[in-house]
């Protein structure tokens, strides 16, 4: 049997007390799940008695098992039958008695914090504001241009803005140095992405020429082999190109899109723009009402949440750095940081997202908001529709974790709906 108990410090201290002849039931039962793992001597595998293998390998050999076994079964009943018991962590174990007349287990475990809600109707919020430009439009008719320039090679000196064809190799001490060469490189001339004083010591250059380039590497560089150091450079300029740009006329517009004119292509830019912009207000509007919420809401958030979030940033630090090619050991030696700086640096982070999930978990539970079978299937349908699966393929296919991702975004959306017919933007 158990006891539970809740501290002031948001922790529940769980007792499981069991006497001496329910500890030696659960020790039999240790015994006959595990015989079968001893071999001893004239028995047949799984044939000796509990007292012959408890003589050959410790009268304790089945404690730990029992320990287990024990506390799984108490501890999943004070799961079920203590409704505010929501355990955040796995709860630490002490032996508190352990003789003759019985044994005694303490769990203390961190239980899920009490939000002290604040208004979460009848606010009124600033709405966010925006609108497309013209500026915007040139943009992404410019971009659209660029997508279709032509690189034409032309006879005559490089010049700032022109794209140089190069072979280089960077010589540091006289050693040519890893990560220092290539062939037929395209660098456009001006554009800052070299070491200070390279480009501007190719502008002038022609087809065929060769020259070295001197150059110093900054004392911030990521390389500890290069920081500061000198550097030669052969260079060897191939062709000279420049970048031509199509006119902004119908012709252009037929193109690069489904319009006949400059003018339908102009106005289909600015329609998908306008689109774009108002689902970033949406998306604006939103944060700024739950931000709101959090704001004026209340809540102690134990340490070990924190810290679990702050996991959680890490693992996708590491696979977004992965994803570049780095490892994560090696962005903290060039950045001169510890793993607890880097968790320092998104620790308050890392509270406002405790913060925010737990009081729009709390609002949901306030509100009995719930996600039926129906409405699960009809999102999963839809999903499925795109992968021309059936909704019985594509739920076959999802696990545990991707069916509550699904019905969490459901939850989520019911919730942002709940909150903007509950308040005003203004």
Known sequence: MYTAKKSNDGKYEITISVSKQEWEEYVNHAYEENKNKFNIEGFRKGKAPRAIIEKNYGSTVFYDDALNHLFSHEYSNALMNEKDLDPVDNPEIRIDKFDENGVVLVATVQNMPEVKLGEYKGL???KAQGEVTQEQIEKELNQARERQARYVEVNREAKDGDYAVID???YV??????GGK???YRLKLGSKTFIDGFEEQVVGMKQGEQKDVNVTFPKEYFSEQLKGKN?????TLNKVEEKQ????????ASNVSEFETLEDYKKDIKKHLEENLQAKLKREDDNNLIETIVKSSEVEIPAVMIEKQLDMFVDDFKM????QGY????YLTQTNMTMEQLRDERREQAKEVVKTRLVLEAIVKKENLTVTEEELDAKLKEVAEKYNKTLEEYKESLGDKNIAYYQNDILMSKLLTLLTQNNTLA
């Open 182 to 184: 290539a062939d037929n």
């Open 173 to 178: 001490d006289g050693k040519e140095f890893e």
């Open 168 to 170: 280089f190799v960077g």
């Open 231 to 235: 550097a030669t450079f052969k260079v």
């Open 245 to 252: 740009l199509p006119s902004l006329d119908d012709e252009f």
């Open 327 to 330: 490892k994560l050991e090696d």
């Open 124 to 126: 009124t919020i600033k």
């Open 320 to 323: 977004r750095l992965s994803y």
